[in-house]
């Protein structure tokens, strides 16, 4: 059964997908080699590309939603509210991820779940800012971290903290541009604020892997070998496919399985 409100919804965060907190361009590339492939409602072509992209990275939200919108559209609904839901755990404030569901949700016949789902998307849809439409307010946090994105490639580290300093006084809830900051402070040598961002992250989503792998780099770098130890053991379990993790623990001379 075709659902044109998932075509629609992709649409309308299709250019966010593809640049939001990403510095690897083939990961960039392979994102929208999916989108392209929706596109023309090649709908399982677009499912294994998302999902290839997702070994790699886990934590992309956006990935997650359109992977959501894969399986629904080819009919695997249950499948498709996990997508949606792993979504929205990754980034709470993600209202089209909330949007998805509660439609979704309403199609299984949970019309209690749905109005939930539903009436926090139409809380989230003007974000942090009120003065700002969703698709405006995202567009333009969007912006900014691409630009961070590009200054942090550069090695301009500075400019790149003030770049998602700007893109997350937009959207704060942004989770994943929010650990891209604590990176360029990282860069800067500024641990103890970047600690504390990472910490913000980690707070409202334990399984960040992303988060939790730069926060062993500041507990590594401060001296806490053992707790640098313990989190990048942490983000190999959550994200098994992050061999950023293994090779952190390689270079303290840790070997996963390792007694």
């Known amino acids: 059964m ?30 929208a080699v ?67 569901r509660g439609i979704l949700l309403q199609e299984l016949g949970r019309h209690e779940d749905a109005h939930a789902a539903l009436r926090q998307a139409s809380k989230l849809d003007h974000g942090e800012r009120p003065d700002l439409p969703s698709h405006v307010g995202n567009q333009i946090a ?42 360029a402070l990282i860069e800067l040598g500024e641990l103890d604020r970047a600690a504390e961002e990472l910490r913000f992250v980690l707070d409202r989503n334990e399984r960040f892997a992303a988060a939790r792998l730069r926060y062993g780099v500041v507990l590594h770098r401060t001296g806490d070998t053992d707790g640098a130890i313990a989190a990048w053991e942490r983000c190999m379990r959550d994200a098994p496919g992050d061999m950023r993790a293994r090779a952190y623990l390689a270079s303290v001379g840790v070997r996963p399985g390792d007694e």
């Open 142 to 183: 969007v912006g900014h971290a691409n630009l961070g994105d590009l200054y942090l490639v550069a090695d301009h580290a500075d400019e790149a903290a003030r770049e998602y300093c700007r893109a997350l006084e937009v959207r704060p809830g942004y989770l994943d541009i929010r650990t891209k900051y604590a990176e």
């Open 2 to 31: 075709r659902r044109p409100w998932m075509r629609s919804a992709l649409r309308d965060t299709a250019e966010t997908v593809q640049v939001q907190g990403m510095t690897d361009e083939k990961l960039r590339d392979q994102i």
């Open 34 to 100: 999916g989108v392209s492939a929706f596109e023309r409602e090649a709908f399982e072509q677009a499912l294994l590309t998302f999902e290839a992209a997702l070994a790699r990275e886990p934590d992309f939200p956006d990935v997650q939603n359109k992977r959501g919108l894969c399986l629904a559209m080819m009919g695997r609904a249950e499948e498709a509210l996990e997508a949606f839901e792993r979504a929205v755990e990754i980034a709470p404030n993600y209202a089209e991820a909330h949007l998805n």
